[in-house]
């Protein structure tokens, strides 16, 4: 038995059409129900790392950052505000994803540091207290 949100999915009521065609049409490289609970997270194949068999930074970044989408419910503008990011509205939302990695993916023992953060723009620094 599906859950609601796959139901309200597959009833094409939230991205309005299929996941192929709405990754065809938009660069991120995931897209999440906000709010859901359960999580529903939607992710790009070529955003996927493979190093470490997928265990790595990259990936657990990615669905962190779409966690907090989907049971916070706030925006990647509001995330970054939070974060600390000045003018949240002109940085790149892979830096939620960055600092995600930089302030706690890190310490994760045996985790992969590989990342997917290339053509992250704008390249910025974290905000203070948090050194790369």
């Not at 999915?9 to 065809?24: D, E, H, M, R």
């Not at 600092?99 to 590989?114: C, F, K, N, W």
Request: with cysteine; charged share 10%.
């Amino acid at each position: 038995m599906f859950n609601p949100p796959c139901i309200r999915f597959l009833g094409k009521t939230w991205l309005g059409q299929t996941v192929a065609a709405y990754f065809g049409q938009h660069t991120a490289d995931a897209e999440t129900g906000t709010p859901s609970n359960p999580l529903l997270t939607f992710f790009r194949p070529s955003g996927i790392l493979y190093s470490s068999q997928g265990w790595n930074q990259g990936n657990e970044g990615m669905l962190f950052h779409e966690a907090l989408h989907g049971f916070t419910s706030l925006q990647d503008s509001t995330i970054l505000e939070d974060l600390g990011y000045g003018n949240a509205v002109a940085t790149a939302s892979c830096n939620i994803t960055k600092y995600i990695q930089q302030a706690v993916l890190r310490y994760a023992t045996g985790l992969d540091p590989a990342t997917n953060n290339v053509g992250c723009d704008p390249a910025s620094a974290p905000p203070p207290g948090i050194s790369p």
